[in-house]
């Protein structure tokens, strides 16, 4: 049986994590499995699977913190301490890989043009999917000094991105209506947000094809499918009064490869949600 990961493996690691997780935010190219096999060269004869699953682990942590994690390293909790210990030093202390966040997450947005939009609908995440602790359930480690900033919710109050995946949105919903064969229906999608404001606990206004309600709260984020959003309390009682037209779309990848998930129901019924921030992910 192997050995516990070692303080100079769990600290070269990271440092692969962060350097590929640097190119990833600048949007520069660079091969995983390159840098897999270039850090196996300095760890104890671990298998691709264990560094794979730190890697994981590391994408756990750094959600935690309030960090975008790599794309295709899904969040694994029940990581090693000293990891998360390394990790949050690394990111308190002020890092690259910190202004390059901070940078990446108030960059202005456009929306993406896609040859298909109705082909970016993908399924929920599955629970299973979803690895890491919920919030509350997270004890902290009180020798960590937390990062001041959580870039994630940063990133949720970016208003040029918000508006982007809200037309995104929109784009998609007169397509789906128009593949319905409603486009009196199409053309009646309004963008309440601009029209109501905030007070309306939701974004987007379309229809069903029997010309009933769809009540659309529009969520964006430049990063992967597992990445928690914020939504407000607001947001939670309008989608608990209209239950059953209330949906939550989820943007994820936006600025690369724009896709997106949708549930339908009251939030608080249909995704886990921190009573104290309201960040969750679907059940």
Same mark, same amino acid.
């Given at each position: 049986?192997?050995?516990?990961?070692?303080?100079?493996?769990?600290?070269?690691?990271?440092?692969?994590?962060?350097?590929?997780?640097?190119?990833?935010?600048?949007?520069?190219?660079? $091969?995983?499995?390159?840098?897999?096999?270039?850090?196996?060269?300095?760890?104890?004869?671990?298998?691709?699977?264990?560094?794979?699953?730190?890697?994981?682990?590391?994408?756990?942590?750094?959600?935690?913190?309030?960090?975008?994690?790599?794309?295709?390293?899904?969040?694994?909790? $029940?990581?090693?301490?000293?990891?998360?210990e390394v990790v949050a030093?690394?990111?308190?202390?002020?890092?690259?890989?910190?202004?390059?966040?901070? $940078?990446?997450?108030? @960059?202005?947005?456009?929306?993406?043009?896609?040859?298909?939009?109705?082909?970016?609908?993908?399924?929920?995440?599955?629970?299973?999917?979803?690895?890491?602790?919920?919030?509350?359930?997270?004890?902290?480690?009180?020798?960590?000094?937390?990062?001041?900033? %959580?870039?994630l919710e940063r990133e949720?109050? %970016?208003?040029?991105?918000? /508006?982007?995946?809200?037309?995104?949105?929109? %784009?998609?919903?007169?397509?789906?209506?128009?593949?319905?064969?409603?486009?009196?229906?199409?053309?009646?999608?309004?963008?309440?947000?601009?029209?109501?404001?905030? /007070?309306?606990?939701?974004?987007?206004?379309?229809?069903?094809?029997?010309?009933?309600?769809?009540?659309?709260?529009?969520?964006?984020?430049?990063?992967?499918?597992?990445?928690?959003?914020?939504?407000?309390?607001?947001?939670?009682?309008?989608?608990?009064v209209h239950d059953a037209?209330?949906?939550?779309? /989820?943007?994820?990848?936006?600025? @690369?490869?724009?896709?997106?998930?949708?549930? %339908?129901?009251?939030?608080?019924?249909?995704?886990?949600?921190?009573?104290?921030?309201?960040?969750?992910?679907?059940?």
């Amino acid at each position: 049986m192997r050995s516990g990961w070692s303080r100079s493996e769990v600290e070269a690691v990271v440092t692969d994590y962060f350097a590929m997780l640097t190119k990833e935010l600048r949007r520069e190219e660079y $091969n995983k499995t390159t840098h897999r096999r270039a850090l196996a060269r300095l760890l104890d004869g671990r298998s691709d699977g264990s560094i794979e699953r730190k890697h994981q682990n590391i994408s756990a942590i750094l959600i935690e913190l309030g960090y975008p994690y790599i794309f295709g390293y899904k969040p694994l909790g $029940n990581y090693q301490t000293l990891l998360y210990e390394v990790v949050a030093d690394r990111v308190s202390g002020g890092s690259t890989l910190t202004t390059v966040v901070s $940078n990446a997450v108030d @960059e202005p947005a456009v929306v993406p043009g896609v040859d298909d939009i109705l082909a970016r609908l993908e399924d929920p995440p599955e629970p299973a999917e979803v690895r890491y602790p919920p919030l509350r359930e997270r004890g902290g480690h009180p020798a960590v000094h937390r990062p001041p900033v %959580n870039y994630l919710e940063r990133e949720a109050r %970016n208003s040029s991105l918000g /508006r982007a995946g809200e037309e995104f949105v929109l %784009n998609f919903e007169r397509a789906r209506l128009l593949r319905l064969g409603h486009d009196r229906l199409a053309e009646r999608v309004e963008h309440v947000s601009l029209t109501e404001g905030d /007070r309306a606990g939701f974004d987007v206004r379309s229809f069903e094809r029997n010309g009933a309600d769809r009540l659309i709260e529009v969520k964006t984020t430049a990063y992967g499918k597992q990445t928690p959003f914020f939504v407000s309390r607001n947001e939670v009682a309008v989608s608990r009064v209209h239950d059953a037209h209330y949906h939550l779309y /989820r943007l994820f990848r936006f600025r @690369e490869d724009p896709r997106l998930y949708a549930v %339908n129901g009251a939030l608080d019924r249909v995704c886990r949600l921190d009573p104290v921030q309201f960040a969750g992910l679907p059940k």
